[in-house]
T-cell receptor, first 111, second 115 residues
Framework: GQSLEQPSEVTAVEGAIVQINCTYQ??????LSWYQQHDGGAPTFLSY????GLEETGRFSSFLSRSDSYGYLLLQELQMKDSASYFC????????????FGTGTLLAVQP | SQTIHQWPATLVQPVGSPLSLECTVE??????LYWYRQAAGRGLQLLFY??????ISSEVPQNLSASRPQDRQFILSSKKLLLSDSGFYLC??????????????FGPGTRLTVT
């Protein structure tokens, strides 16, 4: 089967940098994506890595190491509005139409 | 631009009552459609997905069902709700192009409480 592991909670202060890790086990790998979900809201797509390395989008960056089955989301210059849950996801190896989501990491940004 | 609608936003239903949640997408055609459920503080559980009208794949055996009567309409139903059906129900869509595997777009969700 497929599984993804993330820390359940991370706390950081405003202006700092925080890294949210995701390790995965999958029989076939097609890339890693990240979603953000504010409390009570809908998940929104943040980024996608198909190849090894760092992808940067503004204050957010996402990293992938396929050899280590590992990725992370890096948030820089943290703002209070970054307080949210962050989910990593992989494509289901048996069905191209499905995503398998991690259990999510709750990021609390403190002043 | 594309928009996804879900209604109602909140719902309180007694155990044993029926359920119908509706989701519609605008601004795209022939999307893949998805129903997820999220328990409080938990991850996303895929319930159903559809690749076309009348085509439904069920992920979790339970007392819920889904239908896709039109290209951009996805309905989640139950004949008799259970307490365990409480949760946050999210509809999502994605384009069928190969580069869009990882980009799903979610609706605002329906918060269902079964009492």
């Amino acid at each position: 089967g497929q599984s993804l592991e993330q820390p359940s909670e991370v706390t950081a202060v405003e202006g700092a940098i925080v890294q949210i890790n995701c390790t995965y086990q999958t029989s076939g790998f097609y890339g890693l994506s990240w979603y953000q979900q504010h409390d009570g809201g809908a998940p929104t797509f943040l980024s996608y890595n198909a190849l090894d390395g760092l992808e940067e989008t503004g204050r957010f960056s996402s990293f992938l190491s396929r050899s280590d089955s590992y990725g992370y989301l890096l948030l820089q210059e943290l703002q209070m509005k970054d307080s949210a849950s962050y989910f990593c996801a992989v494509r289901d190896s048996g069905a191209t139409n499905k995503l398998i989501f991690g259990t999510g990491t709750l990021l609390a940004v403190q002043p | 631009s594309q928009t996804i609608h879900q209604w109602p936003a909140t719902l309180v239903q007694p155990v044993g009552s029926p359920l119908s949640l509706e989701c519609t997408v605008e601004g795209t055609s022939n999307p893949n459609l998805y129903w997820y459920r999220q328990a409080a503080g938990r991850g996303l559980q895929l319930l159903f997905y559809s690749v076309g009208i009348g085509q439904i794949s069920s992920e979790v055996p339970q007392n819920l069902s889904a239908s896709r009567p039109q290209d951009r309409q996805f309905i989640l139903s139950s004949k008799k709700l259970l307490l365990s059906d409480s949760g946050f129900y999210l509809c999502a869509w994605r384009e069928k192009r190969a580069g869009a595997f990882y980009e799903q777009y979610f609706g605002p969700g329906t918060r269902l409480t079964v009492t």
